[in-house]
């Protein structure tokens, strides 16, 4: 019988079960997505096809989103990673609601975290240079709706950046 790992999603409320060639597939995926069926046969243990119907059912689980370029930001002139949290003036569902619409249409800021502790929200902004990132703190990120604090910090260089931490596909 094959050995069983339960991956706990939404709060402990949904399950999905993946065997070994599961998250060696997923594994193989994270590493090169555009590997072709038979690499992730290889790396998973199975056949082509096996793997082929297993990806799927992997997509069809919406475990696999979708897959996408790792684009260099650096090279293309955005050097500067930007951590900014963010405190609103009031907690209210409204307040939320409104900040949150606004982010989602601001053109530097790549991700977005509702927190829990002292601040509301974090941002990570990309941005050319520290004087890049004050054109973008004054005309995008002072301008989202019921902002009462912003602070700033700039990573000084990146040491871990993954989609998934890697003890998934340990077990």
């Known amino acids: 019988m094959a050995h069983i790992f339960v991956i706990q999603l939404a709060l402990g409320r949904n399950y999905m079960q993946m065997d070994r060639a599961d ?3 997923l594994g193989a995926l994270v590493a090169n997505g555009r590997a072709t069926q038979m690499e992730l ?24 989103r979708g897959y996408r370029a ?12 930007v951590m900014v949290t963010i405190t609103l003036d009031s907690q209210s569902e409204e307040a939320m609601a409104a ?5 989602v249409k601001s053109p530097s ?11 509301d929200y974090l941002l990570v902004v990309r941005a050319a240079s520290i004087e890049d990132y004050e054109i973008i703190h004054r005309q995008e990120i ?9 602070e700033t910090a700039f990573a000084l260089r990146e040491v871990v950046n ?6 998934l596909f340990d077990r």
């Open 70 to 81: 790792d684009v260099s930001l650096r090279k293309l002139g955005l050097g500067a990673t």
């Open 109 to 119: 800021t790549v991700r977005c975290h509702l927190m829990s502790g002292r601040n």
């Open 23 to 25: 998250r060696k597939l």
């Open 41 to 64: 046969g290889e790396a998973a243990g199975l056949s082509p096809s096996a793997a082929a119907r297993r990806q799927k059912a992997l997509e069809d689980d919406g475990i696999l």
């Open 142 to 150: 002072a301008r989202l709706p019921r902002v009462a604090r912003i």
């Open 162 to 167: 993954r989609t998934v931490p890697p003890r």
């Open 99 to 103: 900040f949150e619409a606004a982010v």
